[in-house]
Nanobody, 125 residues
Framework: QVQLVESGGGLVQAGGSLRLSCAAS????????MGWLRQAPGKEREFVAY????????YYSDSVKGRFTISRDNAKNTVYLQMTSLKPEDTAVYYC??????????????????WGQGTQVTVSS
């Protein structure tokens, strides 16, 4: 098991930027692929971004592609989500999640083994 703690959420105006961080502990971080997912009020949870254990492969949902960037620092056991050009529809609780890097990944999958508690992102218009 790996424990995950997100930070960096907050209130930002449309067009602004935020960087979310997710600190991991408990196991070898590079053995885990990481994802960011979000859930808006009244909506189903959706995939946002994914990064492989080495950081070589990344995937994004169409709704954030070109605006969000996922990255990781395995030396710091941390994954990041840099969000730019934020829109009100990006308002949601953002979760980071971990899955074994040895599992076959299907882009957009929401199947993860460990989850953080979430951090709120609110984008005002």
């Amino acid at each position: 098991q790996v424990q995950l703690v997100e930070s960096g959420g907050g209130l930002v105006q449309a067009g602004g930027s935020l960087r979310l961080s997710c600190a991991a502990s408990g196991r070898t971080f590079s053995n885990y692929a990481m994802g960011w997912l979000r859930q808006a009020p009244g909506k189903e949870r959706e995939f946002v971004a994914y990064i492989s254990g080495t950081g070589v492969n990344t995937y994004y949902s169409d709704s954030v592609k070109g605006r969000f960037t996922i990255s990781r620092d395995n030396a710091k056991n941390t994954v990041y989500l840099q969000m730019t050009s934020l829109k009100p529809e990006d308002t949601a609780v953002y979760y980071c999640a971990a899955r074994s890097r040895y599992l076959t990944y299907t882009p957009g999958s929401q199947t993860y083994e460990n989850w953080g508690q979430g951090t709120q992102v609110t984008v005002s218009s």
